[in-house]
């Protein structure tokens, strides 16, 4: 007898939460469509189409089916999530898991919860930024108000971004109390060069991934997605120049 895939509905619900769990998770768009794709090939589906945006999942098959639609309301960056998912395709891929297997496995990465604790984030963007103030030849004098600096603005970007579901108003409120902060310890004599001190402590902010991200599936030819993340990039820069700009103006 000849191996049994799931029914086709159910091919289609598991290639949707996958891609939509890669999505959330910061996934290249080119990454996602590919993982979906070899989902159905591995079930049963060796002809799907799909169509991946920033902002939603277009699947369907060349079965009776009609196409599914999923919104993608929330991203961040999961990578951690990624990988799994990614784990779970090549399981399917290679036999080990069945339909409803992965169906239940992607359920529970989704429902996980891997991000660091709020305070070992806090740390790492404290640390993070008093290393970069190093690495753009900065003062080891500065370093300590660079970590603070660095620490209380990524404090507010997470307090205000729960406060003000708009990531480029907290993105914009941590940058200029990062100015704010740093012209303090300037001003104070506790620091000495601003420019560094400012460089350091906004690192943590700057859409590292999105700019990544958007550089890759241009390349890869997804143009509609390349230019939305590229501009997300280029708003959450704005955002962070203004806040910036707005300190050195007053």
Same mark, same amino acid.
């Given at each position: 007898m000849g191996k049994e895939f799931p029914p086709t509905i159910e091919v289609i619900e598991i290639c949707l939460l996958a891609g939509k769990i890669m999505l959330q998770g910061g996934a290249e768009t080119y990454r996602v469509e590919d993982t979906m794709t070899r989902i159905a090939a591995s079930l049963g589906i060796p002809h799907s189409h799909s169509y991946v945006t920033p902002t939603g999942i277009i699947f369907s098959t060349d079965g009776t089916e009609p196409a599914k639609l999923i919104r993608i309301s929330e991203r961040s960056t999961d990578l951690y999530k990624v990988t799994l998912v990614n784990g779970v395709s090549r399981r399917i891929s290679s036999g080990e898991l069945d339909g409803k297997g @992965?169906? @239940?496995?992607?359920?529970?990465?989704?429902? @996980?919860?891997?991000?660091?604790?709020?305070y070992q984030q806090i740390l790492a963007a404290s640390i993070a930024s008093g290393c970069f103030l190093i690495m753009f030849l900065g003062s080891w004098t500065d370093f300590i108000p660079a970590m603070i600096a660095g620490g209380l603005g990524f404090v507010s970007f997470i307090y205000v971004h729960r406060v003000v579901q708009i990531k480029f108003f907290s993105e914009f409120i941590a940058s200029l109390l990062i100015g704010l902060i740093a012209y303090f310890f300037v001003y104070t004599g506790a620091g000495t060069e601003l420019d560094k001190i400012i460089i350091g402590s906004v690192m943590p902010l700057v859409p590292g991934l999105l700019i990544t991200n958007a550089v890759r599936d241009l390349m890869a030819g997804h143009l509609v997605s390349g230019l939305s993340k590229g501009a997300e990039a280029f708003l959450t820069a704005f955002a962070i120049g203004a806040g910036i700009a707005l300190v050195f103006t007053f």
């Open positions: @992965a169906l @239940a496995r992607l359920k529970e990465i989704e429902s @996980a919860d891997y991000t660091f604790p709020v």
